[in-house]
């Protein structure tokens, strides 16, 4: 029946964006890295040298793009690493920047984001634990930034201290 035939195909073209929007949120998730375990949380916890608090309330964020916990900056071996005790959202594609100062959205982000400095890919969502790479002291940046690359989108933000 060729009415059935055209219901099919319209059903099928209109579910395409849905599935690949699910498939856009939920792929980061199953690829997810497993994260720090709770001995360096707690290690991350005690030996901090400075640490970045995030916030679900900030200008930024949204019930899609936030972040909750906080970001310690230890320093082992000669080595740093940023650790979270908390999550942020799931989602693609995510990013931790040293900013030269602290921003709470994206306008004021991408106004300096040529001025930071990117660290490394976040593949996980809770209590990940970071290597910063060794050409970057992030002892001379005031704050940090986690922003969604590939949607340009602002997750969270903290100033460490």
């Known amino acids: 029946n060729k ?3 055209i219901g099919l195909v319209l059903g099928g073209l209109a579910a395409l964006p849905v599935g ?9 998730i199953l690829v997810a890295s497993d994260g720090a375990s709770r001995t360096q949380v707690a290690a991350a916890k005690t ?7 995030f916030r679900r309330d900030l200008k930024g ?6 972040g909750a916990g906080t ?3 230890t320093r082992e071996g000669g080595q740093y690493f940023f650790t979270l005790d908390g999550q942020v959202s799931p989602g693609p594609d995510y ?16 106004a300096l984001k040529e001025r930071s400095v990117r660290v490394a890919d976040i593949t996980g969502f809770a209590n990940f ?26 997750i969270t933000s903290g100033r460490l201290q």
């Open 3 to 5: 009415s059935l035939f």
């Open 20 to 28: 690949f929007g699910l498939g856009v949120y939920y792929l980061p």
């Open 47 to 53: 030996d901090a040298m400075i640490s970045a608090s």
């Open 61 to 66: 964020s949204d019930g899609f793009h936030w």
């Open 71 to 73: 970001l310690h900056l």
């Open 95 to 110: 990013k931790l920047y040293l900013t030269p100062e602290y921003v709470e959205d994206e306008a004021s982000f991408l």
């Open 129 to 154: 634990r970071l290597d910063v790479p060794m050409s970057i002291d992030p002892t001379q940046y005031p704050a940090v930034i986690i922003w969604c690359e590939r949607f340009g989108e602002f």
